[in-house]
């Protein structure tokens, strides 16, 4: 079974909307963060948004104001709403679960974004 299934990918026009999810399995536990990164073709992968214990987040220049991240605890489960996307938003999403011995990573999603 997976450790991180995610969701919400597909294509959209530009200014549109997207929700992703990513749900993490029971028994993955002392999470010390979630978070999203995405790489685009060419390009390195970068750290998009990220929520740590407390609730306090992150966000990369290119995405603030426009994407929010927030979690549901009591499912294990992160979220990234994306909105206003852009072409320049186009890549593969993944989420990522930082826990005490290490890090879990999903498979990735692909959000593609048409202008």
């Known amino acids: 079974q997976a450790q991180l299934v995610e969701s919400g990918g597909g294509l959209v026009q530009a200014g549109g909307s997207l929700r992703l999810s990513c749900a993490a399995s029971r028994i993955i536990y002392a999470i010390k963060a979630m978070g999203w990164y995405r790489q685009a073709p060419g390009k390195q992968r970068e750290l998009v948004a990220g929520i740590i214990s407390n609730g306090s987040t992150k966000y990369a220049d290119s995405v603030k104001g426009r994407f929010t991240i927030s979690r549901d605890s009591a499912k294990n489960t992160v979220y990234l709403k994306m909105d206003s996307l852009k072409a320049e938003d186009t890549a593969v999403y993944y989420c990522?679960?930082?826990?005490?011995?290490?890090?879990?990573w999903g498979n990735g999603t692909l959000v593609t974004v048409s202008s």
């Open positions: 990522n679960v930082k826990v005490a011995w290490g890090d879990y």
